[in-house]
């Protein structure tokens, strides 16, 4: 598992969802895929599978009907994971704020990590934002490594035993 664990720390997946919107956010999304910007060389791959992703990058503002799915992709991502919210439609609702179908901002659904500010935000500011994705992702993956490495000893100073 250990040696897994490391080439997968190299090359985190990054699942992008679109709750709906102008889709502004997409098309920077595909410049900095582009060869101009080529996201991919910090070793970033968008992937479109929940159970292989460790990056969930939502764009656009959450409706009432895609709530239940970025929830149940939110929940599909295995651990450890971050979600970016990406544009002014996904902290707040944006435009669409206070419409009757629009749930205000990705954070009352589901935990945010990082926010990239913009109305449709710049690909240098998404490339930003994708990096500290990636600098947060590695440090909750040193925190469960740390955890699965250290948990009998964890477990025996707090005067609990691991019978496994």
Known sequence: MGIFTKFRKKSPWILHYNTGGCNGCDIEILA????????????MLNRGNPKQSDILLVTGPVTKRCRDVLRRLYLEMPEPKVVVAMGACAHGGGIFRDFYHVENGVDNIIPVDVWIPGCAPRVEAVIDG??????????????????R????????????????
């Open 32 to 43: 900095a895929l582009a060869p101009k910007y080529d996201i991919e060389r910090f070793g």
């Open 149 to 164: 490495n250290h948990s009998n000893e964890l477990l025996e100073k707090l005067g609990a035993r691991n019978d496994d």
């Open 130 to 147: 994708m990096v500290e994705a990636v600098k947060i992702w590695e440090k909750k993956t040193k925190e469960k490594e740390f955890m």
